[in-house]
């Protein structure tokens, strides 16, 4: 190998008592495509920030482009780029803006006009030809906007690319398009570019080499084409993977159905749906998104004025804002964690009985036994670690504080469960703890499970039954072992075969 | 470790975890620095300081207390506090002759009412917390000044209990209406569901929106309790001079912000305790006091309060950094 692009030697950095990287090498050869595995919480975000300058770490160097780096101030754009994960895209500012935002060749006075061309190259490169420059960001849908934080990286030329999950809230076939960039760059450019992704066949699919990270420590680097998808989990969660062989449960005969929608509809956003479920099963909503599958999960937990009939075991139940379908018995967890799903500045214990404050309050007093006993219950149920219950939410890892956020929402003891992407962000051995407890609260209380996922491996190792959406009508309404990953790719990026009404309806 | 270390270290780890230890500071130099002054200050110590030091903690506490719901609910300030009590002093003046406790009746009714209409606006029509209060201090003056004509209103009858009356020698029947005031606030804050649900929705309003809590109710009720804290000390302020008029809430607005801020109360809401607005208007109270005993200008005193408030942001704003 030649001289690495990026070399960085015992790299260590503490929050507080938490020792996020503890000694971390690693090298970059020019023009590969490296992955970055690890667990939530394994140190891959911090060792991100820090090659980016954004933090500084307690020990260690780093040189890059053969230059010795000075820690915790950022780094030259031109040389080194992160792309985030969370979005930093300002809503209000026009695409050309965004894009060039930080850009170091500005000078001091900002004048668009000759950075317009530039810009449009690399917007066409990355698949957003039909996106004006002067659009408002926040006009695009999220997939979109994402493209445009690749992009703005890409516009600084930068040598070595980070990002950081740049997936998680794509669509498979978005994702297509952005794996489509990033092997251009290098092949053309000859960028070097470090993917976090927690979907292996990302990994699999993209990268020259694999670096994997286990509690802040490096535990292996290898050439991709020589690792298999069990030996990389093993190397990253530390032991062999115990999934149990998730048997989907068929649908009975005979059995009244749990959820029932008749000429369910949202005009402009899904054609009238109908659809039975029965108890007990879970049901995943695919399609891309704008495709009409993630806003009729929502609005079942009432945050859509819809159309049509709802019925909850037979009974009519209207679904008129977000409280009163929790009182009829639909629970909603929402895939915009941080903001929306959990609260990360209080409590664990605070969240996990936020949603049932009726329940453990007498008189509209809190019952301090019976919040410290359903949270107990409920950390058990979803594999909390009891003692950490006082402490906020914010100090625990994505997978824990998802299921922080399930507990939550199953503490109503629904008899429908909606949740939008249920374990995104989330990494394996947490997911594979999620989705048996999904499967135990479907098997033993006969609870109902819909949720939308644009990740096509949990659809297909969680679901008892696929219905797939295309373009605001439903495509297909298959039992598991009907469908496979290629007819749910065809679905949802082309649609129906035929234009057929009767599957449309 | 035995059980007794264990449970000593996280009692001490509770206390200065970042998201206390600015509530713990201030505490502890309270104390300290009103022990210091107790020994090296001649007179500090005697009664009537005392009680001045805990008429002007009073006043300024209970509209803290108040204005803590607002800021813990996760709406920053309420800006309509000093207009309130103004017109809570020309109330409670116009009303002594029927008794105190119908005249603190009587600005309480009022507080409440302009309470709950701020809260209204925020919370059920949901426009901008500060632009609406201040809007609403605006207009709250207004109509006081039209109410008295812009004269000073007297108070007929002489000195009542509630101006000047003390429990014993430097507690005045104030500082005990404070006092229960706090600790009424702090169980309903700590140990109630609706104590719960206006503190979740301060730490994230849309995740409280989306669990299914009362937030609009939450809002209101906050607005409600401002209003009533505003209203209180108008009209303790009116006991004690026999005057009402629009002077009486001159700096209220500012000095509950900063009592409320000094203690420990996050700006951004869902963090801080009652009892922490409770030490942080004791900790400016004593040094103020402390500045005017030593024959600092009120000017002097000013700067002290505007540099402990700008300490207090800094803080918060340094502690919110260090947990990233």
């Given at each position: 190998m030649s001289a690495p692009i990026l070399s960085a030697r015992g790299l260590k950095k503490s929050y507080g008592g938490v020792r996020a990287l503890r000694g971390m090498d690693i090298d970059l050869a020019e023009g590969e495509i490296h992955g970055l595995c690890g667990e939530n919480g394994a140190g891959k975000s911090t060792l991100v920030k820090i090659l980016g300058g954004l933090v500084e770490p307690d020990e260690g160097e780093l040189n890059i482009g053969g230059m010795r780096v000075e820690l915790g101030t950022p780094v030259d754009p031109a040389l080194l780029s992160i792309v985030h994960q969370e979005l930093s895209i300002i809503?209000?500012?026009s695409v050309l803006d965004n894009v060039m935002l930080g850009a170091r060749d500005v000078g001091r006075i900002y004048r668009r006009g000759q950075f317009r061309d530039h810009v449009r190259q690399v917007l066409d490169s990355v698949g957003l030809g039909h996106v004006s420059l002067d659009a408002q960001a926040e006009a695009l849908p999220l997939a979109e906007r994402q493209l445009i934080e690749i992009a703005r990286g890409i516009a600084r030329g930068a040598r070595v690319l980070l990002l950081d999950e740049p997936t998680a809230t794509l669509s498979d076939g978005e994702i297509e398009k952005v794996f489509a960039v990033m092997r251009h760059l290098k092949a053309e450019q000859g960028t070097t570019i470090v993917i976090i992704s927690h979907r292996l066949n990302e990994i699999f699919a993209l990268t020259d080499r694999v670096t994997v990270l286990r509690s802040g420590q490096h535990v292996m680097t290898a050439n991709t084409a020589e690792l298999t998808n069990a030996r990389l989990v093993e190397a990253m969660i530390g032991h062999e993977l115990q999934t149990g062989e998730i048997a989907p449960s068929h649908a009975r005969e005979g059995v009244a159905p749990r959820l029932s929608l008749c000429d369910w509809s949202l005009p402009g956003r899904f054609a009238p749906v109908d659809l039975d479920v029965q108890p007990g099963q879970i049901v995943s909503l695919v399609g891309q998104l704008g495709s009409g599958a993630d806003t009729l999960l929502e609005s079942l937990a009432g945050l859509h004025p819809s159309r049509g009939m709802l019925k909850l075991d037979g009974n009519a139940a209207t679904t008129r804002g977000i409280a009163v379908a929790y009182a009829a018995g639909i629970a909603y967890v929402s895939e915009d964690r941080a903001r929306r799903g959990v609260f990360l500045e209080a409590a664990i214990v605070t969240n996990l009985v936020s949603q049932i404050l009726d329940r453990v309050s007498r008189k509209g007093w809190m019952v301090t036994a019976a919040v410290r006993e359903r949270a107990r219950q409920l950390a058990q149920n979803f594999a909390i670690d009891p003692a950490r219950l006082p402490h906020d939410v914010s100090t625990l890892s994505g997978g824990n504080q998802q299921k922080v956020a399930l507990g939550k929402a199953a503490a109503l003891g629904p008899r429908l469960l909606l949740l939008n992407e249920p374990t995104r962000g989330v990494d394996i051995g947490a997911r594979a703890e999620i989705y048996a407890q999904l499967r135990r609260l479907a098997e033993a209380e006969g609870l109902t499970i819909l949720f939308y996922s644009t990740d096509l491996e949990e659809v297909l190792d969680a679901s008892d039954r696929i219905v797939t959406f295309y373009r605001g009508a439903m495509v297909r309404d298959a039992l598991r072992p009907q469908m496979d990953a290629d007819m749910i790719l065809h679905d949802i990026l082309h649609g129906p075969d035929t234009p057929n009404t009767e599957a449309a309806a | 470790m035995s059980a007794a270390t264990l449970s000593r270290t996280s009692v001490f780890g509770a206390l200065f975890a970042p998201a206390r230890v600015q509530a713990t500071v201030i505490q502890i130099a309270t104390v300290v620095m009103f022990l210091v002054a107790c020994a090296f200050i001649e007179n500090f110590a005697s009664a009537s300081n005392i009680s001045s030091i805990l008429y002007s903690a009073s006043t300024v506490g209970i509209a803290a207390l108040g204005l803590a719901s607002v800021t813990i609910s996760?709406?920053?300030?309420?800006?309509s506090l000093g207009s309130t009590a103004a017109f809570a002093s020309i109330v409670y003046i116009a009303a002594s002759g029927w008794g105190v406790l119908p005249a603190l009746a009587a600005s309480l009714a009022l507080g409440l009412v302009f309470g709950l209409l701020q809260g209204l606006v925020v919370g059920w029509l949901r426009c901008n917390a500060i632009i609406s209060t201040i809007a609403a201090g605006s207009l709250i003056a207004g109509l006081a000044t039209w109410v008295s004509d812009g004269r000073t209103v007297l108070a007929e009858s002489g000195p009542s209990w509630l101006g000047s009356g003390t429990l014993m020698p430097g507690v005045p029947w104030q500082a005990v209406l404070f006092l229960l005031i706090v600790i009424v606030g702090e169980v309903l804050m700590q140990r109630t569901r609706a104590g719960w649900e206006l503190r979740l929705r301060g730490t994230n309003p849309d995740a409280a929106e989306l669990a299914g809590l009362r937030v609009t109710r939450m809002v209101v009720l906050s607005y409600v309790l401002a209003g009533a804290g505003a209203a209180i000390p108008g009209a303790l302020i009116a006991a004690q001079s026999g005057t009402g008029n629009l002077?009486?809430?001159?700096?209220l607005d500012f000095s509950a912000i900063a009592a409320m801020l000094v203690g420990g109360v996050a700006i951004g809401g869902g963090r801080g305790r009652i009892i922490d607005v409770a030490s942080g208007t004791l900790f400016l109270a004593v040094l103020t006091n402390i500045l005017l005993v030593n024959n600092f200008a009120y000017e002097v005193q000013l700067m002290v309060k505007g540099l402990a408030v700008l300490l207090a942001v800094m803080a918060g704003a340094l502690l919110a950094r260090k947990k990233r």
């Amino acid at each position: 190998m030649s001289a690495p692009i990026l070399s960085a030697r015992g790299l260590k950095k503490s929050y507080g008592g938490v020792r996020a990287l503890r000694g971390m090498d690693i090298d970059l050869a020019e023009g590969e495509i490296h992955g970055l595995c690890g667990e939530n919480g394994a140190g891959k975000s911090t060792l991100v920030k820090i090659l980016g300058g954004l933090v500084e770490p307690d020990e260690g160097e780093l040189n890059i482009g053969g230059m010795r780096v000075e820690l915790g101030t950022p780094v030259d754009p031109a040389l080194l780029s992160i792309v985030h994960q969370e979005l930093s895209i300002i809503p209000h500012l026009s695409v050309l803006d965004n894009v060039m935002l930080g850009a170091r060749d500005v000078g001091r006075i900002y004048r668009r006009g000759q950075f317009r061309d530039h810009v449009r190259q690399v917007l066409d490169s990355v698949g957003l030809g039909h996106v004006s420059l002067d659009a408002q960001a926040e006009a695009l849908p999220l997939a979109e906007r994402q493209l445009i934080e690749i992009a703005r990286g890409i516009a600084r030329g930068a040598r070595v690319l980070l990002l950081d999950e740049p997936t998680a809230t794509l669509s498979d076939g978005e994702i297509e398009k952005v794996f489509a960039v990033m092997r251009h760059l290098k092949a053309e450019q000859g960028t070097t570019i470090v993917i976090i992704s927690h979907r292996l066949n990302e990994i699999f699919a993209l990268t020259d080499r694999v670096t994997v990270l286990r509690s802040g420590q490096h535990v292996m680097t290898a050439n991709t084409a020589e690792l298999t998808n069990a030996r990389l989990v093993e190397a990253m969660i530390g032991h062999e993977l115990q999934t149990g062989e998730i048997a989907p449960s068929h649908a009975r005969e005979g059995v009244a159905p749990r959820l029932s929608l008749c000429d369910w509809s949202l005009p402009g956003r899904f054609a009238p749906v109908d659809l039975d479920v029965q108890p007990g099963q879970i049901v995943s909503l695919v399609g891309q998104l704008g495709s009409g599958a993630d806003t009729l999960l929502e609005s079942l937990a009432g945050l859509h004025p819809s159309r049509g009939m709802l019925k909850l075991d037979g009974n009519a139940a209207t679904t008129r804002g977000i409280a009163v379908a929790y009182a009829a018995g639909i629970a909603y967890v929402s895939e915009d964690r941080a903001r929306r799903g959990v609260f990360l500045e209080a409590a664990i214990v605070t969240n996990l009985v936020s949603q049932i404050l009726d329940r453990v309050s007498r008189k509209g007093w809190m019952v301090t036994a019976a919040v410290r006993e359903r949270a107990r219950q409920l950390a058990q149920n979803f594999a909390i670690d009891p003692a950490r219950l006082p402490h906020d939410v914010s100090t625990l890892s994505g997978g824990n504080q998802q299921k922080v956020a399930l507990g939550k929402a199953a503490a109503l003891g629904p008899r429908l469960l909606l949740l939008n992407e249920p374990t995104r962000g989330v990494d394996i051995g947490a997911r594979a703890e999620i989705y048996a407890q999904l499967r135990r609260l479907a098997e033993a209380e006969g609870l109902t499970i819909l949720f939308y996922s644009t990740d096509l491996e949990e659809v297909l190792d969680a679901s008892d039954r696929i219905v797939t959406f295309y373009r605001g009508a439903m495509v297909r309404d298959a039992l598991r072992p009907q469908m496979d990953a290629d007819m749910i790719l065809h679905d949802i990026l082309h649609g129906p075969d035929t234009p057929n009404t009767e599957a449309a309806a | 470790m035995s059980a007794a270390t264990l449970s000593r270290t996280s009692v001490f780890g509770a206390l200065f975890a970042p998201a206390r230890v600015q509530a713990t500071v201030i505490q502890i130099a309270t104390v300290v620095m009103f022990l210091v002054a107790c020994a090296f200050i001649e007179n500090f110590a005697s009664a009537s300081n005392i009680s001045s030091i805990l008429y002007s903690a009073s006043t300024v506490g209970i509209a803290a207390l108040g204005l803590a719901s607002v800021t813990i609910s996760g709406n920053l300030f309420a800006l309509s506090l000093g207009s309130t009590a103004a017109f809570a002093s020309i109330v409670y003046i116009a009303a002594s002759g029927w008794g105190v406790l119908p005249a603190l009746a009587a600005s309480l009714a009022l507080g409440l009412v302009f309470g709950l209409l701020q809260g209204l606006v925020v919370g059920w029509l949901r426009c901008n917390a500060i632009i609406s209060t201040i809007a609403a201090g605006s207009l709250i003056a207004g109509l006081a000044t039209w109410v008295s004509d812009g004269r000073t209103v007297l108070a007929e009858s002489g000195p009542s209990w509630l101006g000047s009356g003390t429990l014993m020698p430097g507690v005045p029947w104030q500082a005990v209406l404070f006092l229960l005031i706090v600790i009424v606030g702090e169980v309903l804050m700590q140990r109630t569901r609706a104590g719960w649900e206006l503190r979740l929705r301060g730490t994230n309003p849309d995740a409280a929106e989306l669990a299914g809590l009362r937030v609009t109710r939450m809002v209101v009720l906050s607005y409600v309790l401002a209003g009533a804290g505003a209203a209180i000390p108008g009209a303790l302020i009116a006991a004690q001079s026999g005057t009402g008029n629009l002077r009486v809430g001159a700096d209220l607005d500012f000095s509950a912000i900063a009592a409320m801020l000094v203690g420990g109360v996050a700006i951004g809401g869902g963090r801080g305790r009652i009892i922490d607005v409770a030490s942080g208007t004791l900790f400016l109270a004593v040094l103020t006091n402390i500045l005017l005993v030593n024959n600092f200008a009120y000017e002097v005193q000013l700067m002290v309060k505007g540099l402990a408030v700008l300490l207090a942001v800094m803080a918060g704003a340094l502690l919110a950094r260090k947990k990233r």
